[in-house]
């Protein structure tokens, strides 16, 4: 490794109080995780990968995907650095612990010993924005590509862009708060990105407003084309085999194509997305930076299945009872039905079928379908809050809202055996 952190004796003095409270979890553990190398498996499969013939092509291809999940812009530093200067943002003012109060996340199994170590003795200045520039010529912050240059022994970021992984992985928080490994396909529901976005010279202070309004875990990915302000939850990108209905309301029959649309209409990468249902058709630059990469994309997120629950997260009994009220007087198995527990291959809902409509303006009105696909539930113990405007709180309020809304007349314990059951999925 030739990657160091900027450690000087006044960074020492800096850090010695205040990377404490960022920092406060079980550094020797955490460590001996990061210099035994507890990385990822990429190297491992791509060895395998002659052997296993048409499952082996899979594996290589969802490999490749993992990657581009990652690490790839598209050419998005187009947005981010020509456009929004978020790379001057960075440079001035977002040290890391900035970084993880909006809800950044650091990747541990991509720091080197020595960093661990400085972190963990306090040499490293968790309080300068030139850790910021260190970390992201590692590569270690989640979801930011950053180009670091060296000139006269002094590291310059140059260009910024971000990745898939901003929005749909987080870490498992196993070296310090914010801090762990990799959690592909996960919603990262702290991350501030409106707060983040707000931050850019470039905006007036009218769509600064906007951003600021949206609240961490929340993003819209339809106000830069409708000028609409109703931001929704990130999603889960995990769970989806099978289901050929993509997002919440049905846009797309494959992941490609939502794929497409975010890394061109959101990202800012250079190609081009088309949709006549919406009359949009928008082209980035003059080269085609997606096309190519969608169908290992699509791979890899296909390989990802939702998180089972962990032991000891429900009540197996209550649960029990919660899958019978489910299917029979709770009427959820009508729409939630088959293994994802989702009729999205067969139909799309009015907006009605959402709970949380009626809402103005709504969601569904935006999008190009109009209307909702039922949700798949695996792994929902997972990611509150639920509904696309995160409006019930918790599994128990799921419960509540249909109980009144379509007076299914279930008692109270009905509704947290159905929590339950809705927290074993
Ligand atoms: C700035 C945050 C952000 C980024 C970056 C982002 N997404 Fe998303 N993603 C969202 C939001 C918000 C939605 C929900 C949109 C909807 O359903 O209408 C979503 C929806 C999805 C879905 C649909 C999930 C489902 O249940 O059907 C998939 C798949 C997905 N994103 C994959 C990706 C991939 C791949 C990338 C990179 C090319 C990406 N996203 C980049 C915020 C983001
Ligand atoms: C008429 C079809 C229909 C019925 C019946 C139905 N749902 Fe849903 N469900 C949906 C739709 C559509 C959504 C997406 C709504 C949204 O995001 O606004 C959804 C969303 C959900 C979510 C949120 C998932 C997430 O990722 O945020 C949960 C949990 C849920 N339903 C549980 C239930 C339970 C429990 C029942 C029975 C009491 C039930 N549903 C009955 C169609 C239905």
């Given amino acids: 490794m030739t990657h160091r952190l900027p450690i000087s004796s006044e960074t020492r003095?800096?850090?010695?109080?205040?990377?404490?409270?960022?920092?406060?979890?079980?550094?020797?553990?955490?460590?001996?995780?990061?210099?035994?190398?507890?990385?990822?498996?990429?190297?491992?499969?791509?060895?395998r990968r002659d052997e296993l013939g048409a499952k082996g092509k899979e594996t290589a291809l969802a490999a490749q995907g993992k990657h581009i999940f990652r690490f790839e812009t598209f050419g998005d530093e187009a947005k981010w650095t020509d456009l929004l200067r978020?790379?001057?943002?960075?440079?001035?003012?977002?040290?890391?612990?900035?970084?993880?109060?909006?809800?950044?996340?650091?990747?541990?199994?991509?720091?080197?010993?020595?960093?661990?170590?400085?972190?963990?003795?306090?040499?490293?200045?968790?309080?300068?924005?030139?850790?910021?520039?260190?970390?992201?010529?590692?590569?270690?912050?989640?979801?930011?590509?950053?180009?670091?240059?060296?000139?006269?022994?002094?590291?310059?970021?140059?260009?910024?862009?971000?990745?898939?992984?901003?929005?749909?992985?987080?870490?498992?928080?196993?070296?310090?708060?914010?801090?762990?490994?990799?959690?592909?396909?996960?919603?990262?529901?702290?991350?501030?990105?409106?707060?983040?976005?707000?931050?850019?010279?470039?905006?007036?202070?009218?769509?600064?407003?906007?951003?600021?309004?949206w609240g961490p875990g929340k993003y819209d990915p339809r106000?830069?084309?409708?000028?609409?302000?109703?931001?929704?939850?990130?999603?889960?990108?995990?769970?989806?085999?099978?289901?050929?209905?993509?997002?919440?309301?049905?846009?797309?029959?494959?992941?490609?194509?939502?794929?497409?649309?975010?890394?061109?209409?959101?990202?800012?990468?250079?190609?081009?997305?088309t949709e006549p249902r919406l009359n949009l058709s928008i082209t980035n630059g003059t080269q085609d930076l997606v096309s190519s990469k969608l169908p290992a994309l699509q791979a890899y997120q296909l390989s990802l299945s939702a998180p089972s629950a962990p032991p000891g997260s429900f009540d197996a009994a209550a649960a029990g009872r919660g899958k019978a009220v489910f299917e029979t007087r709770g009427k959820c198995v009508t729409c939630h039905s088959g293994a994802s527990f989702t009729d999205a291959n067969l139909t799309l809902h009015p907006p009605s079928a959402s709970m949380a409509e009626p809402e103005s303006p709504s969601y569904a009105a935006r999008s190009a379908t109009k209307l909702y696909r039922t949700s798949p539930l695996r792994g929902v113990w997972q990611h509150a809050p639920y509904f696309h405007d995160g409006s019930a709180a918790t599994l128990e309020d799921v419960g509540r809202i249909y109980n009144t809304k379509r007076s299914l007349g279930l008692s109270s314990d009905d509704i947290s055996d159905l929590a339950q059951y809705l927290k074993s999925l």
Avoid at 239 to 260: K, Q, V
């Fill in 13 to 47: 003095l800096a850090c010695a109080s205040r990377c404490v409270a960022v920092c406060s979890v079980t550094f020797a553990a955490a460590f001996v995780m990061v210099a035994c190398g507890g990385g990822s498996s990429d190297n491992g499969s791509a060895s």
């Fill in 86 to 213: 978020m790379h001057e943002v960075i440079s001035a003012s977002v040290d890391p612990v900035t970084a993880l109060s909006v809800g950044l996340k650091v990747d541990a199994d991509a720091l080197p010993a020595a960093v661990v170590q400085g972190i963990r003795s306090g040499r490293v200045d968790l309080h300068s924005p030139a850790t910021t520039i260190a970390l992201l010529k590692l590569d270690a912050v989640v979801g930011l590509k950053g180009t670091v240059e060296t000139v006269r022994g002094v590291d310059r970021l140059t260009r910024v862009g971000i990745t898939c992984a901003l929005c749909h992985s987080t870490v498992d928080n196993s070296f310090a708060p914010g801090i762990g490994k990799r959690l592909d396909g996960w919603a990262n529901r702290d991350l501030n990105v409106g707060a983040v976005i707000a931050l850019s010279p470039a905006l007036d202070a009218a769509t600064k407003l906007v951003f600021n309004s």
């Fill in 223 to 273: 106000f830069n084309i409708d000028g609409v302000n109703k931001p929704v939850v990130i999603p889960p990108a995990y769970g989806l085999a099978g289901i050929h209905s993509i997002t919440f309301t049905g846009d797309g029959e494959e992941i490609a194509y939502w794929n497409r649309y975010v890394a061109v209409t959101q990202m800012g990468g250079q190609g081009t997305f």
